[in-house]
Nanobody, 115 residues
Framework: QLQLVESGGGLVQAGGSLRLSCAASGSIFSFRLMAWYRQAPGKQRELVASISSGGITNSADSVKGRFTISRDNAKNTVYLQMNSLKPEDTAAYYC?????????WGQGTQVTVSS
């Protein structure tokens, strides 16, 4: 059972930056996809960005050019660098690890962007 612990959330002014971290309790090397999702109050959870085991990244149009996902397999950690934050980025952010027959979620970290 893999545990994922997110950190780095908080309150920031619009235009500011945050870096989220997702620390795994075990190796993430074999997980084919690591991703960040977010869920705002009253809205569905949505994919923010993902990164494959080969380093291929994908991100939602709403965050392209502002957010960057990366993974450090040696540290079993995935990061989400968030720049030029907007009030509409306010949400709980969740980390997800997807293997061939495994799927794990973290508990989330809150990001609040004030205008």
């Amino acid at each position: 059972q893999l545990q994922l612990v997110e950190s780095g959330g908080g309150l920031v002014q619009a235009g500011g930056s945050l870096r989220l971290s997702c620390a795994a309790s075990g190796s993430i090397f074999s997980f084919r996809l690591m991703a960040w999702y977010r869920q705002a109050p009253g809205k569905q959870r949505e994919l923010v960005a993902s990164i494959s085991s080969g380093g291929i990244t994908n991100s939602a149009d709403s965050v392209k050019g502002r957010f960057t996902i990366s993974r450090d397999n040696a540290k079993n950690t995935v990061y989400l660098q968030m720049n030029s934050l907007k009030p509409e980025d306010t949400a709980a952010y969740y980390c997800r690890a997807t293997g061939w027959d495994q799927d794990y979620w973290g508990q989330g970290t809150q990001v609040t962007v004030s205008s």
